[in-house]
């Protein structure tokens, strides 16, 4: 557990934050300058908060009032630098065992480089490794270090697509295994939707928004703040029940945990019962009615309650209740047609092939701790 | 070519003086040179110009303020003298201060440099791993830095082997004890009919000059590493 309130000062910048982040992932999210960065590094020790304190688990490493600061080194915090930071001049191996100080636990490298796959790199220079390679040697040398809190500037800015759904895979992965807090700087709130368990929105030095990324819908702050509430998809997080065979594909039987509700999904990668995947649903691959319609094609029918109108020159964005928010969206014609009303119980449908498995979570499960 | 005994002395005083005063600046380069690579402090700019003060002044001003301060009757000199009987003006030990000060800007110049290229986020990234400072220094910054280091190094040590100016007026010109290359030439030219010895002497400086030079550009070449 993170606990932090801190003032940073620097130059013309002065930044003010308060939050805390329990174990799992958390978006931080800003435009350039506004000093995500600059809090990544006051909570790693490389920039020092003009006052205020930092707590990780109970322990505090820094607090203006009664003079604590302790080292970088003494921190616990690891950082995976938006550049990586290798070491150009030792191998693979070397750098994921910088900071094993003991002989006896050198080996504990070959290991995680096993559960990163990278372990056929150990020889190598990092220089000659490719981008996605570089993120996962540099995510592997912090874990080494059994940090209390991990802390990613940019992670996924420079790998392509696919290698970033694996990356995020390993991510989660981390989470899952090590159950320490993750603050991930990013811009892509999108893609970081598959991944965090939590959103920070910084503007000017200041936290403007900070929730759970499950209940963003409910929350004021989140639908005023334009830069995330207009890139917002619908998550889920889904456990699988069993494959349901059909003459062409296989479809899932799922069922989401907090509110026993099933879906039917497709996935391009094969499912195992029990794996849990999270999904992304586009607000505009949602179809809102006013009563159920049998006669359709389409597998997930659900009804809910009509929360909020949000609306704008040509679509309206509705937030409907099926136990959790859902945001759906529809053009300001249909909804005035079907005469949409606050509090009035709608049907949602949901294709199965738009709803996009975005993560497996448990297809890379495995002892990731190194004890 | 045959060199006679005055001639081999001045080669070998000349390589003693200059290997024992780079291995004396070494660890005072890398420390200096980190600390204004990476930090500000206050008097920053004045401490750098004191130390490059004997690159700018006439060797002789350098020499003579040297005899100033550690001369028998300097303020430093006086003490060291009537204290520890310890007497530094006109001894080998001279030679050493001598050339070391002038020296010394020149490597400390290019140990800056090297630190200076070295990507301060790799220091960082070393501490966040829960390294501490010298380790980071000795594993990271160090061996990244080190083509610029011996370049430094080398190129210190052919000043020293060329210092002339404070080191006639500071350590004197004493056949054995303080006469180096350069001043085993002054004197041999001084000298009627010793032209032979000038030029064997000069051939010696100008193949050591090269071989530093050439090395200093291998050393360039093999070891840079970003």
Not at chain 1, 293 to 303: D, F, G, K, L, R
Not at chain 2, 161 to 173: K, R, S
Request: proline share 4%; charged share 15%.
């Amino acid at each position: 557990m993170l606990n932090i309130n801190i003032k940073i000062s620097q130059g013309d910048f002065t930044g003010n934050y308060e939050f805390s982040a329990k174990p799992g992932v958390m978006g931080i999210f800003g435009a350039s300058g506004h000093g995500k960065t600059s809090l990544l590094n006051a909570i790693v020790g490389l920039l020092n908060p003009e006052c205020g304190k930092i707590e990780i688990n109970g322990k505090q490493i820094f607090n203006s009032n009664k003079k604590i600061n302790l080292s970088i080194q003494k921190r616990k915090v690891a950082y995976v630098f938006q550049d990586y930071k290798l070491f150009p001049h030792f191998s693979v191996l070397k750098n994921l065992q910088y900071g094993i100080s003991k002989k006896a636990d050198k080996n504990k490298a070959h290991e995680i480089a096993k559960l990163l796959g990278i372990d056929h790199l150990l020889n190598k220079s990092p220089q000659s490794c490719s981008g996605g390679e570089k993120q996962r040697i540099a995510l592997g040398r912090t874990l080494l270090t059994q940090p209390e809190l991990l802390l990613m500037d940019e992670p996924f800015a420079s790998v392509d697509s696919n290698l970033r759904e694996e990356l995020m895979q390993y991510v989660k992965m981390v989470a899952a295994e090590y159950q320490i807090p993750i603050l991930i700087v990013s811009h892509d709130f999108n893609d970081m939707l598959k991944l965090m368990d939590t959103v920070m929105y910084i503007e000017n030095g200041h936290i403007t928004y900070c929730g759970d990324i499950f209940q963003v819908l409910s929350q004021n702050d989140f639908l005023s703040n334009e830069k995330l509430f207009q890139q917002y998809q619908n998550i889920l997080n889904l456990e699988v029940v069993g494959p349901r065979e059909m003459a062409d594909r296989i479809l899932y039987e799922t069922i989401n945990e907090p509110t026993g509700m099933r879906f039917l999904i497709e996935s391009f990668v094969s499912l195992k019962v029990k794996d849990e995947v999270r999904v992304v649903l586009s607000p505009d691959d949602i179809v809102m009615a006013t009563r159920p319609v049998y006669e359709i094609s389409t597998s997930n029918q659900i009804s809910g309650t009509l929360l909020r109108v949000i609306e704008s020159p040509y679509m309206v964005k509705c937030v409907v209740d099926i136990g959790f928010p859902v945001l759906v969206s529809i053009t300001t014609n249909a909804f005035d047609r079907l005469g949409f009303g606050i509090g009035d119980k709608v049907w949602l449908q949901f294709k199965t092939t738009k709803i996009n498995v975005a993560a497996n979570y448990s297809s890379k499960k495995s002892k990731l701790r190194i004890a | 070519m045959t060199f006679s005994q005055a001639e081999i002395q001045a080669i070998v005083l000349s390589l003693k003086a200059s290997g024992i005063s780079l291995l004396i600046q070494t660890p005072f380069a890398l420390w200096f040179g980190y600390l204004v690579a990476r930090k500000q402090f206050k008097g920053k700019i004045l401490i750098e110009s004191l130390i490059n003060l004997p690159q700018v002044l006439p060797p002789v001003v350098t020499g003579f303020l040297l005899l100033l301060i550690l001369g028998r009757d300097g303020f430093l000199g006086s003490f060291l003298f009537q204290a520890l009987g310890i007497r530094i003006a006109f001894s080998f030990g001279a030679v050493i201060i001598a050339s070391s000060l002038v020296s010394f800007p020149i490597y400390l110049g290019f140990v800056k440099s090297a630190i200076i290229m070295v990507d301060a986020g790799l220091e960082d990234a070393g501490r966040t791993l829960g390294r501490g400072n010298l380790y980071v220094f000795f594993t990271i910054t160090f061996p990244l830095a080190l083509p610029g280091i011996l370049n430094g190094f080398i190129l210190a040590f052919a000043r020293n082997l060329g210092e002339f100016g404070a080191t006639i007026t500071f350590a004197g010109n004493i056949s054995g004890l303080t006469r180096t290359i350069p001043l085993a030439i002054y004197n041999a030219m001084q000298t009627p009919g010793a032209e032979l010895i000038t030029m064997r002497l000069v051939l010696v400086s100008v193949l050591i000059s090269i071989s530093v030079m050439m090395l200093s550009g291998f050393l360039k070449k093999k070891m840079t590493i970003i």
